[in-house]
């Protein structure tokens, strides 16, 4: 499996687990001192999502137009 295609399926992984969270919400809690904030794994799960958007966009070819002048 390439880099990409492994990019491509942390990215899909993701979505799925911020569908999931998104489809039956929790409330953030603590307990014995620990605190789960659901909250902010959404938000990290984002710039998951995020990241492998920028470095899919970075991967693709693209074509630079110019134009000299005499």
Do not use: F
């Not at 491509?8 to 998104?22: F, K, P, V």
């Not at 001192?33 to 966009?57: E, F």
């Amino acid at each position: 499996m390439s880099d990409l295609e492994h990019i491509r399926l942390i990215r899909s992984q993701t979505l799925a687990l911020m569908t999931e969270i998104t489809s039956t919400p929790k409330p953030s809690y603590s307990i014995d001192g620990q605190s789960i904030s659901w909250n902010a794994y959404l938000l990290r799960l984002q710039r998951i999502v995020d990241w492998c958007d920028k470095k899919l966009v970075n991967d693709k070819p693209y074509e630079i137009r110019s134009h000299g002048k005499s």
